[in-house]
């Protein structure tokens, strides 16, 4: 049986499985607060991804600024893009929240129809 699974890379590089609304909200607080940092000092971001054990995955990042990149890949490995990245720039915190509770809820369709660039 596939099962799937949705894992939040926070800006200092945590994991958290399975993240509530709260958690992600959190996180994108902290990327749009301009606070998040790499190691190397460059602007940090937060990753949402959403796939299944045997097969694809999507990945939704947001970077300082409202940057917003979403792919989607064969498998967890990034072995094969399906399709290019989507992006969008400039984008709301609450805007980024809305697209990554229709990642979490599973809704790639909807996502596929935004107004990316």
Known sequence: ???????????DGRDLQA???AQ???ALAEVYSGKAVTADG????AVLRFGYDDG?????????GGAVRFAEWSDRDCELALA??????ALSQDAALQLWRLLAQRQVARIRSQPWQ
């Not at 460059?42 to 971001?45: A, L």
């Not at 290019?84 to 720039?89: E, G, I, K, L, Y």
Request: aromatic share 6%; net charge negative.
């Open 56 to 64: 694809l995955m999507y990945e939704m990042e947001v970077s300082c």
């Open 42 to 45: 460059e602007p940090g971001s």
């Open 1 to 11: 049986m596939t099962q799937a699974w949705v894992v939040l890379t926070r800006p």
């Open 19 to 21: 993240p509530s609304e």
């Open 84 to 89: 290019d990245p989507r992006v969008m720039t």
């Open 24 to 26: 992600m909200a959190d």
